[in-house]
Structures are given as structure tokens and as C-alpha cells.
């Protein structure tokens, strides 16, 4: 069984900078884009960056030039580094993968960033 479990969530000042990981297990097959997405209160969950098997990256515009999105195949892991971080990035943070057809979640992991 396919298992997403994200870490590095916390409490941030704005300006900061904080690093998530995603750790994979269960796996049988490749994962093919693997991702990030976020959900603040009263909101929709969003996409906030995706890589994918080959090293293609996708960025929302709200993220874009302060973040980087990696992932390191040897241990299943994807990261994403957030830089200059805004009162505006608090919510909660998902980790996504994509295996063939079948889509699969984390837990999520809170970022709140004070002001």
C-alpha cells in the first residue's frame, strides 16, 4: 500500500524560509509526478508545485521564484524549499503522487507563517 508521509511543517516568521519533505513507501511502482498542494481555511486546495518523473517542474504564479520543488528517487523523497515566506502561504500542505492512473495524498503537514 502506497504511503505519503510529509514533514517540516511549523510555525514561520514572514520573510522565513522552511523545507518540506514527503517520504514514500509501499511503492511497486515509479512514482510519475509527484507534488505539493496546499489548503488554506475557507479555501480550495491548490496546487503549489509538481515534478515529474524526468524532472519537469510546474509552479503556481503565487510561489513562483520563491520556491524549488526536488525530489531524490534513490529515497522516494520529494522536498519542496519556500523562501520569503507570506502570512498568505498558511495552510495546510499535501503531498501528492502519481502512479499510472491512481492518485495518492498525505496527511498534510500545517505551515503557518506570522506576520
Known amino acids: 500500500q502506497v504511503r505519503l508521509v510529509e514533514s517540516g511543517g511549523g510555525l514561520v516568521q514572514a520573510g522565513g524560509s522552511l523545507r518540506l519533505s514527503c517520504a514514500a513507501s509501499?511503492?511497486?511502482?515509479?512514482?510519475?509526478?509527484s507534488g505539493w498542494y496546499r489548503q488554506a481555511p475557507g479555501k480550495q486546495r491548490e496546487l503549489v508545485a509538481t515534478?515529474?518523473?524526468?524532472?519537469?517542474?510546474n509552479y503556481a504564479d503565487s510561489v513562483k521564484g520563491r520556491s524549488n520543488i526536488s525530489r531524490n528517487k534513490v529515497r522516494d523523497t520529494v522536498y519542496l524549499d519556500m523562501n520569503l515566506l507570506e502570512p498568505e502561504d498558511t495552510a495546510v500542505y499535501y503531498c501528492?503522487?502519481?502512479?499510472?492512473?491512481?492518485?495518492?495524498w498525505g496527511q498534510g503537514t500545517q505551515v503557518t507563517v506570522s506576520s
Open positions: 509501499g511503492l511497486r511502482l515509479p512514482i510519475g509526478v
Open positions: 515534478i515529474t518523473i524526468d524532472g519537469r517542474t
Open positions: 501528492y503522487a502519481r502512479i499510472r492512473s491512481a492518485d495518492y
